[in-house]
């Protein structure tokens, strides 16, 4: 794989706007290399679609365990994040390096074909096509070792889709969202990034890793890369999405209760005004977070970024970006390596806790 | 901008203008839940039949317009279909007026109303027509199945739309004797000199709700020293121990029934919305 990512990172060290990249003997032609998806402002450099490139390229050691075996839809600015962008699901057709699974959709009752992502050149393919959020699903297509006897059947209905492998998540994820403002947004905008909202996020982010693990149980936490942190209950696939999202709400509440000044669960955005908002909401099939590593759309070239614990007190969201998550990888390595393994069977730990 | 609350057409001769409508004011007053003292539940209301001593379902309820005392004429929804509502998708302007010539009694409620897609140029038409004669268009618009008199007015690059109260729903002066009684020079030139020193431009953002103000301070307050009233967990989205609810949620979900009901119903709408908010 370093390999790979070094002679990728040479070829994009031409000078040329185009080129036909080599990556594990496919061909990748791509294009507008020189094109800024993230324009420069003030002192910063913009970032290009080369850029781009390069990032994904030098993080693909760290960042594809985190997309294996997940569809996958991206939100794709092709004229940068000021731009308009989109949301795409499906793709027709693929490169032949591009791994894709047919689901079934109750959107429109039939079958589509999702992306998995499961190499270097696939994520090169996404970067190419101005792809910089990518959302990958909470379960997986394979069952090994946690969800041995699901389904594998994810077409032609809901009833088969439901039984499958893929209606048990990997984690049960809150999103914690702060709508407080630093007063220089716009009417009507989202409340920008500030140092005093993600201080009291990152307090809330503690005080519910800290109620967790009086139970027992270990979550992880990760940047948005926008405003907010991200927090994962990695578990054993036993339960379903409706059990997870049960579960989530159960957290939700319980975190509403303990700090209402605090926190909001409400679904209007005005009444979330000046408080957290604790969307558990996210644990539902085909609904996702941005995955680890992905670019955001910000004006810094923030990346979600995983943290531990004992270094989340002195992080910053704008520390993570595509300048320098790769170096930070490179030196540090990855504090979300081995979450799959640290999966908690959430019934076990449960008892154990009522029986002592 | 918030939601539209309304989306149609101004019709004004052989133009159609496509538009939204949007509410202008919201009141902030302070809402509050009636609790029962001894448990701190929210108090449910019901529909209760003194005759049958039950609670009624709404498919068993009906509305009815009592024309004398204890006599009701019962209306179904078929009657209501039946009548008619003239201006259903359209703002129908019938008549050009001097804002002035409207005692600001008719006023009701106050909308924006914004041009919908590829309408900007009619609108900005209107618009500009209305501002330079400085007059204001008569219409009628129907909301919530109910027919509205009401009055466009440009007003700071927007069209405002007035609901106006019917003449019938104005009530007559009432009927105290204000006597006339005489004024002198000397006392009307002190009233003058009075009136001219707090004379001022009006600044509506001088003024604001003291209660309202004074009210949060004092739900802070108590939120503040954890004066919280907390219903009882009679379910099982209402739980106090954190470790109790998710055993129950596991077990629930270990036995093949959804764990909530009430959360999987939501589904689609909350997620349907969320839409219209930035992904994470």
């Known amino acids: 794989m370093r390999e790979t990512v070094r002679r990728v990172i040479e070829q994009l060290d031409s000078v040329s706007p185009r080129l036909t990249l080599e990556v594990d003997g496919h061909e990748l032609p791509v294009t507008n290399l020189d094109k800024e998806l993230w324009p420069a402002a003030g002192r910063r450099k913009p970032l290009t679609k080369r850029d781009l490139l390069r990032y994904f390229a030098r993080v693909s050691p760290w960042m594809l365990p985190h997309l294996a075996d997940r569809p996958l839809f991206v939100t794709r600015f092709p004229n940068g994040i000021g731009g308009k962008s989109f949301f795409q699901k499906h793709w027709d057709p693929v490169p032949p390096f591009v791994r894709t699974v047919s689901i079934y959709s109750r959107a429109g009752d039939t079958d589509g074909d999702y992306i998995i992502c499961e190499n270097v050149a696939t994520l090169l393919w996404l970067g190419q096509m101005a792809g910089l959020e990518l959302h990958a699903w909470y379960s997986r297509t394979e069952r090994a070792p946690d969800a041995l006897g699901r389904g594998k059947r994810f077409t032609g209905s809901e009833a088969a889709l439901d039984k499958s492998v893929l209606n048990y998540p990997d984690f049960v994820v809150f999103d914690l969202d702060p709508y407080l403002y630093s007063g220089k947004e716009a009417r009507g905008a989202e409340p920008e990034l500030h140092r005093r909202a993600f201080q009291r996020t990152r307090a809330l982010a503690l005080r519910v890793r800290e109620q967790l693990a009086r139970l027992g149980l270990e979550t992880w936490v990760k940047t948005s890369g926008r405003t907010g942190l991200h927090l994962y209950l990695p578990i054993v696939r036993d339960l379903d999405f409706d059990a997870a999202r049960g579960i989530a709400e159960t957290i939700g509440q319980h975190a509403l209760r303990e700090h209402p000044r605090e926190v909001t669960v409400e679904w209007a955005v005005e009444r979330r005004k000046g408080k957290i908002f604790f969307d558990y909401n996210q644990n539902s099939r085909g609904k996702s977070l941005a995955v680890p590593y992905s670019p955001r759309q910000h004006a810094a070239g923030t990346v979600s970024t995983p943290v531990g614990w004992d270094e989340i007190e002195s992080v910053y969201p704008t520390d993570f970006t595509l300048r320098t998550v790769p170096d930070r990888l490179e030196r540090d390595g990855d504090p979300w390596a081995g979450i799959l393994e640290s999966k908690q069977d959430l019934g076990a730990i449960l008892e154990a806790g009522s029986a002592g | ?280």
């Open chain 2, 1 to 280: 901008m918030a939601r539209a609350i309304w989306s149609g057409s101004i019709s004004f001769g052989m133009v159609t203008i496509p538009v939204k409508l949007y509410g202008a004011t919201e009141s902030k007053d302070i809402a509050f839940n009636l609790l029962h003292t001894s448990c701190g539940t929210r108090l449910k209301q019901m529909r209760w039949c003194p005759t049958d001593e039950a609670e009624v379902p709404w498919n068993e309820t009906a509305r009815g317009y009592e024309y004398a005392k204890g006599q009701f004429v019962v209306l179904t929804e078929e009657d209501f279909e039946k009548l008619p509502l003239p201006s259903k998708h359209t703002i129908d302007l019938s008549a050009f007026v001097a804002e002035s010539e409207i005692d600001p009694v008719f006023y009701e409620r106050s909308y924006y109303l914004a041009p919908d897609e590829r309408a900007e140029k009619p609108y900005a038409l209107l618009f500009q027509a209305l501002e330079e004669k400085k007059l204001a268009a008569v219409a009628t618009i129907t909301i919530r199945k109910k027919e509205q008199l009401c009055v466009l007015r440009p007003q700071a690059g927007v069209l405002m739309l007035e609901t106006l109260y019917y003449p019938d729903e104005i009530r007559a002066q009432p009927e105290v004797e204000i006597k006339t009684a005489k004024v002198s020079g000397r006392e009307l030139e002190m009233a003058f000199t009075l009136i001219d020193l707090l004379r001022k431009p009006f600044d509506p953002a001088e003024y604001k709700d003291n209660y309202r103000e004074a009210l949060e301070k004092l739900i802070e307050a108590k939120l503040e020293g954890r004066d919280v009233v907390t219903a009882p967990a009679a379910r099982e989205t209402k739980v106090i121990d954190l470790a109790d609810a998710l055993r129950k949620s596991v077990e629930a979900a270990r036995k093949g029934a959804k764990p909530k009901a009430a959360a999987s119903r939501r589904r689609t709408a909350p997620a349907a919305r969320r839409r219209t908010r930035k992904v994470s």
